[in-house]
């Protein structure tokens, strides 16, 4: 696939570097000189580029960046015409870190919010649950079970790829439904990083365990 990030930081090169070599990359950015040198970082001819360039490369487009500037880098990439037609991939969380707690979103949440400004692209919400640290692991496996990443979109061909994505970072992909349930990925999320930011190890995920599913391989 040909994949872009919007954004270059720890995320951006977490999944990258497991992608880099099956797929095909694009880091696009307001900084062009960060978006290269992550692209240098993951190698196998990883492209670089303003995020105009970004999108229109990409047929997956990962948003990575912080969640207060999701809205303001998808105009910078040229708004919703840029985005018709593209899958786009949410890992974001709207996060308080005042509160501790998942800030309110109008549409429910942050990924609604997105399929709302881009209504010809499909959305779907992954890899918001965990650390970067945990995307990096080659593979995901905590105590002899495989990492669970669950993932929620409105578009049955966009899930397909998105599972195809998790299962290439050693993960297995678990789909919680429609859209909106991008709200309760969200929530868990801020569990996760309230956990983190008292002081928890990177690598605390909550992880989904059903007795028949093993470790991958």
């Given at each position: 696939?040909?994949?872009?990030?919007?954004?270059?930081?720890?995320?951006?090169?977490?999944?990258?570097?497991?992608?880099?070599?099956?797929?095909?990359?694009?880091?696009?950015?307001?900084?062009?000189?960060?978006?290269?040198?992550?692209?240098?970082?993951?190698?196998?001819?990883?492209?670089?580029?303003?995020?105009?360039?970004?999108?229109?490369?990409?047929?997956?487009?990962?948003?990575?960046?912080?969640?207060?500037?999701?809205?303001?880098?998808i105009d910078q990439a040229?708004?919703?015409?840029?985005?018709?037609?593209?899958?786009?991939?949410d890992i974001n969380n709207?996060?308080?870190?005042?509160?501790?707690?998942?800030?309110?979103?109008?549409?429910?949440?942050?990924?609604?919010?997105?399929?709302?400004?881009?209504?010809?692209?499909?959305?779907?919400?992954?890899?918001?649950?965990?650390?970067?640290?945990?995307?990096?692991?080659?593979?995901?496996?905590?105590?002899?079970?495989?990492?669970?990443?669950?993932?929620?979109?409105?578009?049955?061909?966009?899930?397909?790829?998105?599972?195809?994505?998790?299962?290439?970072?050693?993960?297995?992909?678990?789909?919680?439904?429609?859209?909106?349930?991008?709200?309760?990925?969200?929530?868990?999320?801020?569990?996760?990083?309230?956990?983190?930011?008292?002081?928890?190890?990177?690598?605390?995920?909550?992880?989904?365990?059903?007795?028949?599913?093993?470790?991958?391989?």
């Amino acid at each position: 696939m040909k994949i872009a990030f919007l954004g270059y930081g720890s995320m951006t090169h977490a999944l990258g570097s497991r992608w880099a070599a099956n797929h095909d990359l694009f880091i696009g950015g307001r900084n062009p000189d960060k978006a290269r040198a992550c692209a240098e970082t993951l190698g196998h001819g990883a492209r670089h580029g303003d995020a105009p360039s970004a999108v229109s490369f990409g047929e997956v487009v990962v948003i990575s960046v912080d969640n207060t500037a999701v809205f303001n880098i998808i105009d910078q990439a040229g708004g919703p015409d840029a985005f018709a037609g593209k899958i786009v991939v949410d890992i974001n969380n709207p996060y308080n870190f005042d509160t501790g707690m998942t800030r309110p979103v109008a549409e429910g949440s942050l990924s609604q919010a997105i399929a709302a400004k881009l209504p010809g692209a499909r959305v779907v919400k992954a890899f918001n649950c965990c650390q970067a640290k945990v995307f990096e692991m080659d593979p995901p496996v905590f105590d002899g079970r495989t990492l669970v990443t669950m993932y929620a979109g409105d578009h049955p061909q966009a899930n397909l790829q998105t599972a195809e994505l998790i299962r290439d970072i050693g993960s297995e992909p678990l789909e919680l439904g429609p859209l909106r349930h991008a709200q309760q990925l969200e929530a868990m999320a801020s569990v996760v990083i309230k956990f983190l930011m008292s002081g928890r190890d990177p690598y605390t995920v909550l992880n989904f365990i059903q007795p028949e599913v093993r470790p991958i391989g």
